[in-house]
């Protein structure tokens, strides 16, 4: 494969997202699933809710605004590469009325914008809903400029911004329906587009209320957003191994649900948090400060990106080089329950 | 109801605008006393501009302050807002009353306006470089719904400075909008000295224009030319939007303040406070 077919294979370009590269994170094939949902879902609730709004910056073709300009074009933004106006520009619009949907890659959308989400959004209260899509180190060999490692710890410290992970397409047209009735600003963090399924149904969801997507009794891994899948296969490997695992995707990062966190805690006695991001501040904290405020003493271990740049390569290299593909996350939960003292 | 442009307003309205940049100084002088310092002299170069575009320009209805088709006022040099305050309340807004909680500890009104707080306030602000952005998606938002009203945008010069400024410009040239009017209060000082000295902005006018914009320039603290100008801007429709330059001198109205860059916020105390008063025409407070 030459280079150039590479980046597209990696990158944007509507006949590529889903369809080229068929290797999801962990080597699923994806041919089946819906890559980015976002456009096309958000056009079809926009044939009936008249206050939609889609604003990208020069991404369209890449987060599938397409789908959404095509059908409604007098509802469409474009504002070229400027971030900061376009979040901005949708506060601006949300103050008349609407329910603007500013999409970008998250490095751009939550560290680019970071200022103008807590000061034009969250703090004045705007329902803008900030898609910060290709998070995480799903852009690859793109490095560092493009990576969103930060994002969910930065975007869970503004008061008033309600922050959420979607999980899969299912999960995200589940988002995409609350985020017309709720309050406020929100963050809406997405992977690459063409994450594997976990969700056969669109979900019935509730902000701050996590979804056990497999339960179990010697230990939880908490995930979130792209390591929900990747979790599932690790719980269904350790299941091998006679060890039972829950998982619960803890798509609601701010408000967090602490319930479910406690639970895991007192059920399963054990906790492993797994997030594409870096540890410092991200999901792992957040449970980590449930944990110790309300004094749940079990064995717990945040797993995800360590606090460095990462290296070049492609997606799939990277999860496996950061152990957070199936394998990598049932490995790191055998070493915790091998320190609980139950293991094997 | 605004003036056409062939109307030609009579003295008395000339007199009753130049009496209300006059409240809104005294005002600013007497809430900064409560706070204990305050913007004196970034109010006092926009007092004229406040009291034409409130008292004059815009469409309002103070018992509607949500009405979808008012016109918007953005305040993007948010640290003007002591000077809004006294406005908005003397409009009808909200009670005169309360601006005496002016900056105590849970008031509605901080240095910088909140909309949560604040009725009439269309849009928080504070952080420099946003306004102009918020302004374009209320004039795109306005076009989309179909509303004729206009998004007024009140700019520093310093301001000019901040990138975001730029992005809008460019996005309001490229989307042609004409119910946009934004106005750059042209006092010559930022905080550490003159805009031309520190990060030069002129030729404002020319750098719009080359942005896509119809621009004016006028003297921002001549009253009759600030209401020939806004109400003649042409109509609030698809065409370029409208830059007004109003050229003003920071600290208007009160000498020892007029152009010095000690006084960007300061505290009058004793007699310094009536002497001041006094030669803004007021009676000792």
């Given at each position: 494969m030459s280079s150039t077919q590479d980046q597209s294979e990696l990158f944007n370009g509507t006949a590529n997202v889903g369809l080229?590269?068929?290797?999801?994170?962990?080597?699923?094939?994806?041919?089946?699933i819906p890559a980015f949902v976002f456009g096309e879902e958000l056009a079809r609730l926009a044939d009936h809710d008249p206050r939609i709004v889609v604003l990208t910056a020069d991404l369209a073709r890449s987060n599938r605004a397409t789908d959404f300009a095509n059908r409604h074009p007098e509802r469409f933004v474009n504002v070229g590469i400027a971030e900061k106006n376009m979040i901005t520009m949708a506060a601006g619009m949300a103050a008349s009325g609407y329910i603007p949907f500013a999409a970008t890659f998250g490095a751009f959308a939550a560290l680019l914008g970071a200022e103008q989400i807590r000061t034009d959004c969250a703090y004045p209260g705007m329902p803008v809903r900030v898609v910060g899509h290709h998070s995480g180190m799903s852009m690859g060999f793109y490095g560092t400029s493009h990576h969103s490692l930060e994002d969910l710890a930065m975007m869970r410290c503004i008061a008033d911004l309600t922050v959420v992970c979607a999980t899969d397409a299912n999960h995200l047209r589940a988002l995409l329906h609350l985020a017309l009735d709720h309050q406020g600003a929100m963050y809406i963090r997405l992977g690459r587009?063409?994450?594997?399924?976990?969700?056969p149904e669109v979900p019935d969801l509730a902000i701050g209320r996590a979804e056990t997507v497999r339960d179990g009794s010697d230990l939880t891994i908490i995930a979130t957003g792209s390591e929900v899948h990747p979790a599932l296969q690790a719980a269904g490997e350790l299941a091998a191994g006679g060890i039972s695992t829950r998982v619960v995707d803890m798509f609601t990062i701010a408000p967090l649900d602490r319930d479910a966190v406690l639970d895991a805690a007192r059920s399963t006695g054990a906790v492993l948090t797994v997030e594409e991001g870096n540890l410092t501040g991200g999901l792992g904290s957040a449970v980590a400060e449930c944990l110790f405020e309300a004094g749940a003493r079990v064995p717990f271990r945040r797993h995800g990106v360590p606090d460095e740049h990462v290296p070049v390569g492609p997606p799939a290299a990277l999860y496996a080089h950061y152990r957070l593909d199936g394998p990598g996350i049932a490995a790191v939960a055998r070493e915790l329950l091998d320190s609980k003292g139950s293991s094997r | 109801m605004p003036l056409t442009s062939t109307d030609q307003p009579g003295t008395d309205e000339v007199a009753r605008l130049a009496d209300r940049a006059r409240f809104v100084r005294t005002e600013t002088v007497r809430l900064t006393r409560i706070a204990g310092a305050g913007h004196y002299s970034a109010v006092f170069s926009c007092a004229e501009l406040f009291s034409v575009l409130y008292y004059h320009q815009l469409r309002l209805d103070p018992s509607r302050p949500d009405w979808p088709d008012r016109d918007r006022f953005v305040l993007s040099k948010g640290h003007a807002a002591i000077g809004l305050y006294p406005v908005l309340a003397d409009l009808g807004f909200f009670d005169p009353s309360e601006l005496d909680t002016y900056t105590r500890l849970g008031s509605p009104f901080g240095d910088h306006p909140d909309m949560r707080r604040i009725p009439g306030v269309d849009f928080s602000s504070g952080s420099l470089g946003h306004g102009l952005s918020i302004a374009a998606g209320m004039a795109l938002a306005g076009r989309m719904s179909g509303s004729d009203h206009r998004t007024y945008c009140l700019l520093g010069d310093g301001e000019l400075a901040e990138g975001q400024i730029w992005e809008a410009a460019m996005s309001a040239g490229h989307f042609r909008l004409g119910n946009l009017v934004a106005i750059v209060d042209a006092n010559q000082l930022g905080i550490d000295g003159f805009v031309r000295d520190v990060m030069a902005a002129e030729p404002i006018d020319g750098r719009f224009a080359a942005f896509g914009w119809q621009t004016h320039r006028v003297d921002g603290h001549d009253i009759p030319a600030l209401l020939e100008l806004f109400t003649g801007l042409p109509a609030a429709a698809d065409g370029p939007p409208q830059l007004v330059v109003a050229d003003t001198?920071?600290?208007?109205?009160v000498a020892r303040m007029e152009l010095s860059p000690d006084w960007h916020v300061g505290n009058l105390v004793g007699a310094d406070y009536d002497d001041v008063l006094a030669e803004l025409g007021q009676e000792r407070a």
């Amino acid at each position: 494969m030459s280079s150039t077919q590479d980046q597209s294979e990696l990158f944007n370009g509507t006949a590529n997202v889903g369809l080229k590269d068929t290797r999801s994170v962990d080597g699923t094939d994806t041919r089946a699933i819906p890559a980015f949902v976002f456009g096309e879902e958000l056009a079809r609730l926009a044939d009936h809710d008249p206050r939609i709004v889609v604003l990208t910056a020069d991404l369209a073709r890449s987060n599938r605004a397409t789908d959404f300009a095509n059908r409604h074009p007098e509802r469409f933004v474009n504002v070229g590469i400027a971030e900061k106006n376009m979040i901005t520009m949708a506060a601006g619009m949300a103050a008349s009325g609407y329910i603007p949907f500013a999409a970008t890659f998250g490095a751009f959308a939550a560290l680019l914008g970071a200022e103008q989400i807590r000061t034009d959004c969250a703090y004045p209260g705007m329902p803008v809903r900030v898609v910060g899509h290709h998070s995480g180190m799903s852009m690859g060999f793109y490095g560092t400029s493009h990576h969103s490692l930060e994002d969910l710890a930065m975007m869970r410290c503004i008061a008033d911004l309600t922050v959420v992970c979607a999980t899969d397409a299912n999960h995200l047209r589940a988002l995409l329906h609350l985020a017309l009735d709720h309050q406020g600003a929100m963050y809406i963090r997405l992977g690459r587009g063409r994450d594997p399924q976990v969700y056969p149904e669109v979900p019935d969801l509730a902000i701050g209320r996590a979804e056990t997507v497999r339960d179990g009794s010697d230990l939880t891994i908490i995930a979130t957003g792209s390591e929900v899948h990747p979790a599932l296969q690790a719980a269904g490997e350790l299941a091998a191994g006679g060890i039972s695992t829950r998982v619960v995707d803890m798509f609601t990062i701010a408000p967090l649900d602490r319930d479910a966190v406690l639970d895991a805690a007192r059920s399963t006695g054990a906790v492993l948090t797994v997030e594409e991001g870096n540890l410092t501040g991200g999901l792992g904290s957040a449970v980590a400060e449930c944990l110790f405020e309300a004094g749940a003493r079990v064995p717990f271990r945040r797993h995800g990106v360590p606090d460095e740049h990462v290296p070049v390569g492609p997606p799939a290299a990277l999860y496996a080089h950061y152990r957070l593909d199936g394998p990598g996350i049932a490995a790191v939960a055998r070493e915790l329950l091998d320190s609980k003292g139950s293991s094997r | 109801m605004p003036l056409t442009s062939t109307d030609q307003p009579g003295t008395d309205e000339v007199a009753r605008l130049a009496d209300r940049a006059r409240f809104v100084r005294t005002e600013t002088v007497r809430l900064t006393r409560i706070a204990g310092a305050g913007h004196y002299s970034a109010v006092f170069s926009c007092a004229e501009l406040f009291s034409v575009l409130y008292y004059h320009q815009l469409r309002l209805d103070p018992s509607r302050p949500d009405w979808p088709d008012r016109d918007r006022f953005v305040l993007s040099k948010g640290h003007a807002a002591i000077g809004l305050y006294p406005v908005l309340a003397d409009l009808g807004f909200f009670d005169p009353s309360e601006l005496d909680t002016y900056t105590r500890l849970g008031s509605p009104f901080g240095d910088h306006p909140d909309m949560r707080r604040i009725p009439g306030v269309d849009f928080s602000s504070g952080s420099l470089g946003h306004g102009l952005s918020i302004a374009a998606g209320m004039a795109l938002a306005g076009r989309m719904s179909g509303s004729d009203h206009r998004t007024y945008c009140l700019l520093g010069d310093g301001e000019l400075a901040e990138g975001q400024i730029w992005e809008a410009a460019m996005s309001a040239g490229h989307f042609r909008l004409g119910n946009l009017v934004a106005i750059v209060d042209a006092n010559q000082l930022g905080i550490d000295g003159f805009v031309r000295d520190v990060m030069a902005a002129e030729p404002i006018d020319g750098r719009f224009a080359a942005f896509g914009w119809q621009t004016h320039r006028v003297d921002g603290h001549d009253i009759p030319a600030l209401l020939e100008l806004f109400t003649g801007l042409p109509a609030a429709a698809d065409g370029p939007p409208q830059l007004v330059v109003a050229d003003t001198v920071k600290g208007k109205g009160v000498a020892r303040m007029e152009l010095s860059p000690d006084w960007h916020v300061g505290n009058l105390v004793g007699a310094d406070y009536d002497d001041v008063l006094a030669e803004l025409g007021q009676e000792r407070a």
